[in-house]
């Protein structure tokens, strides 16, 4: 078993910054991709931004240029940089690893 525990949430105000971080128990077969998913409760959850092994990153469409997903290996962490963040970013964020899940923060936008 994975435990993935989120921090970082909280109330943030439009245009302003965030870090969530995420940290991982341990590595499985050498497996370093990580992913954030962010849902309003009641909605399906939506990917957010992925990183591969590799190194490679992927941002939903709405986040490019605004979110930086990044990893810090050594210490088994992933990190979502929110800049510029917006009213409908407010979500629950969560941290996904394979299958394997956190049980979310509240990230909330103000204006």
């Known amino acids: 078993q994975v435990q993935l525990v989120e921090s970082g949430g909280g109330l943030v105000q439009a245009g302003g910054s965030m870090t969530l971080s995420c940290t991982r128990s341990?590595?499985?077969?050498?497996?370093?991709?990580m992913a954030w998913y962010r849902q309003i409760p009641g909605d399906q959850r939506e990917w957010v931004a992925s990183?591969?092994?590799?190194?490679?990153?992927k941002y939903l469409e709405s986040v490019k240029g605004r979110f930086t997903i990044s990893r810090d290996d050594a210490k088994n962490m992933v990190f979502l940089q929110m800049n510029d963040p917006r009213l409908e970013d407010t979500r629950v964020y969560f941290c996904n690893y394979i299958d394997h899940w956190g049980k979310g923060t509240q990230v909330t936008v103000s204006s």
């Open positions: 990183i591969a092994t590799n190194g490679t990153t």
């Open positions: 341990r590595t499985i077969l050498g497996i370093s991709a």
